[in-house]
């Protein structure tokens, strides 16, 4: 009896340990400042990647451009994987699918474990309960921020980033 009652508390203690002390929280604001050679640069409304890129971060650009102009769609991207619009874990599940970093598609929640742990060099997944983006060589792709949910575009302008957790593909 003792055991299972040190059971059902140890679990969610476990639980929460693991998203605070082994997780990166981002603090900063997400801010997009074009460099030459080191982040896309966005000429209108598409993303074109840095001369030296590793090819995976040239694929996820590549996918990220094919989503603009798609609507958001509530579950987009999860049952089709060529769907005529996206949520937010269908497009960042998307673009990281396109360019041969995972295999089918992920819920939000799923990206709190993704891959590494903090800001990867190429790309950063941006997670939290209910809601994922990211970006690709310093430019986000999100289907929200400013108050609202839109499709799936590159978006150069700030979004806190408060209570998100940062994951990286493995070597990017």
């Known amino acids: 009896m003792i055991r299972r009652l040190l059971f059902l508390i140890a679990v969610p203690l476990l639980s929460l340990l693991q998203l605070s002390c082994f997780q990166v929280r981002a603090k900063d ?3 997009y400042r074009f ?4 982040t896309a640069l966005l000429k209108d409304g598409f993303a074109y990647a840095p001369r030296r890129a590793p090819r995976q971060v040239v ?3 590549a996918a990220g451009n094919r989503l603009q102009g798609k609507p958001y769609k509530w579950g987009g991207g999860h049952a089709r994987l060529n769907d005529t619009g996206y949520d937010c874990s269908g497009s960042v599940s998307y673009v990281l699918r396109e360019a041969g970093i995972i295999q089918g598609s992920m819920p939000s929640r799923a990206f709190l474990h993704y891959g590494k742990r903090g800001e990867g060099k ?3 997944i941006y997670s939290r309960n209910g ?9 986000r792709l999100d289907t929200g921020g400013q108050g609202r949910r839109d499709g799936p575009k590159w978006k150069p ?3 806190e980033s408060k209570g998100y957790i940062m994951r990286h593909p493995p070597g990017l």
Request: glycine share 8%.
């Open 35 to 38: 460099v030459p050679g080191k």
């Open 29 to 31: 604001p997400v801010i």
């Open 131 to 139: 809601h994922v983006f990211m970006t690709v060589a310093g430019l």
């Open 122 to 124: 190429w790309i950063t």
């Open 157 to 159: 302008w700030k979004r």
């Open 59 to 61: 694929a996820a650009i």
